[in-house]
């Protein structure tokens, strides 16, 4: 009785495991919408990888159920013992080497375009030497800082706002990421995109929103007791909607306080 119900565990692991998966858009267990440019390439290479693991899993676990099946039965004969083999090990060392191999081949050109200097825009009105703003981080906020009228950061008329980074739809937009202080991650998952911000480092990033709204940034990597209320927005609106703000953010930041 023992051996079946361990049996059963066993194979329904893998049975479990495939129906959460076939059946996890449906119940909202899986990514948000893709409204990036590169999000769909970012999605076809963890599907690409996931069906790679998941073909392996499945088979190990079918095995594994197999084997408990077959050998925990009650014997009568001798046990048989072997110091192993060398052509199987060989053989399971250079199926995962070749699996790892070809994962990271696949994911170069995506990875280069996103991460690499050479991916970066070198066209349009933002740039890695003109960005669009800096974005701080630190415990626990986000903070933009955007170009004044002179388009140059670090200069007395930059325009500072918290939590909510307002771009604009359709353009390749490029930002420096920052820390205060600890190592944060900047996060958003509709754009597939993820980036640490390290201290005394500045970490050009770069996406290209293709849909207006608004949309959750969170910070990805421990930072400390508040991480978990580190919490900001993504705006995306039209090229109008973006002038019209940062003519409001500059009218309200040069009030001194007043409406």
């Not at 690409?48 to 079918?62: H, N």
């Not at 990597?221 to 090229?239: D, F, P, Q, T």
Request: hydrophobic share 50%.
């Amino acid at each position: 009785m023992m051996r079946l119900i361990a049996f059963l565990l066993l194979i329904a692991v893998p049975i479990l495991g495939v129906y959460t998966f076939v059946n996890a858009q449906e119940h909202n267990w899986w990514f948000p919408p893709a409204y990036s440019t590169f999000a769909p390439d970012i999605d076809w290479l963890f599907n690409f990888i996931m069906y790679m693991v998941a073909f392996t899993f499945i088979v190990t676990e079918v095995a594994l159920a197999w084997f408990v099946w077959q050998y925990s039965a009650k014997r009568n004969d001798k046990g048989v013992f072997t110091h192993g083999s060398h052509k199987l090990e060989m053989i399971w060392t250079a199926i995962p080497a070749v699996a790892l191999l070809v994962i990271a081949f696949t994911q170069m050109e995506t990875f280069a375009k996103i991460k690499f200097a050479s991916g970066f825009p070198t066209e349009g009105p933002y740039t890695r030497e003109n960005p669009i703003a800096e974005v701080w981080a630190s415990q626990f906020d986000w903070r933009m800082r955007y170009p004044g009228d002179d388009g140059v950061l670090g200069t007395v008329d930059d325009l500072e706002s918290s939590y909510e980074f307002v771009v604009p739809v359709g353009v390749n937009v490029v930002f420096h990421l920052r820390s205060r202080d600890v190592i944060h991650s900047w996060f958003v998952p509709e754009f597939r995109l993820k980036q640490d911000a390290l201290p005394g480092h500045t970490i050009p990033v770069w996406f290209n929103a293709t849909k207006e709204g608004s949309y959750d940034l969170v910070c990805a990597e421990l930072c400390g007791w508040g991480h978990y209320k580190m919490a900001g927005r993504v705006r995306v609106v039209s090229a109008q909607e973006f002038d019209a703000y940062m003519a409001e953010l500059k009218a309200k930041w040069f009030s001194n306080g007043k409406e």
